[in-house]
């Protein structure tokens, strides 16, 4: 029969931890590593990154620290460990959702102000890059913030990740972009000035930032 006792899971974005109640001394018999999702898991890579190993006795911080040492690899969206009874022995199991190798450069549609080539540069990422939903979103940033700076303030952007192969472990992303209408001043109001007329200080404003 056998008796599964959660230990940890932990997310790109968020940790939880439930750990068993168990002995503390109790003996790992085996580490075991089990792919979830469509993302490839190479078990060679897994076992150089953990410290953990069969023999050792079941150390909670190790695990915790295993977990921290494989989502740092950026190569996993989502690490848990778990251990399983069967019979008189604890197996250590980790499962492990690995990204996706973006098979081809991003597809960007909707860009105007900024290139496709530009967009490109700001978002980051190449073909062969490992990605998921979270790097698509993060990378996505430097590209919103670059249209606010050029006062493209409701820029619109959303991504995808399409033609997901589990086998090859690749898919591909596309980048939609809605740049809105860039913002300008239509007008100047001017309070509280005392000593210095209203006119003036509009002229001020209005004045570019190199002859200013």
Known sequence: MKRMYPLLAVFALAASVA????????????VRIKRIGPGRVDESFVLAHIA??????????????DIKS????????????EVETEGDKAVLVYSLQGKLMLSAPVKVAG????????VLELLKLEAGDQIDENTLAANAQAVIKAYHEDDYVDVDIKWSMKGADEAAGTATAALDVNEGNRATIRSVAVTGNKHIP???????????????
Do not use: C
């Open 19 to 30: 750990f068993a109640q168990g002995p503390a001394a109790q003996v790992i018999g085996e």
């Open 52 to 65: 953990t190993k069969a023999g050792q006795n079941l150390d909670r911080s190790r695990i915790t620290a």
């Open 70 to 81: 494989l989502l740092a690899t950026r190569r996993f969206s989502d690490v848990k460990a």
């Open 111 to 118: 860009a105007k102000h900024f290139s496709e080539q530009k």
């Open 198 to 212: 209203s006119a003036v200080l509009k002229d001020a404003v209005r004045q570019s930032a190199w002859w200013n």
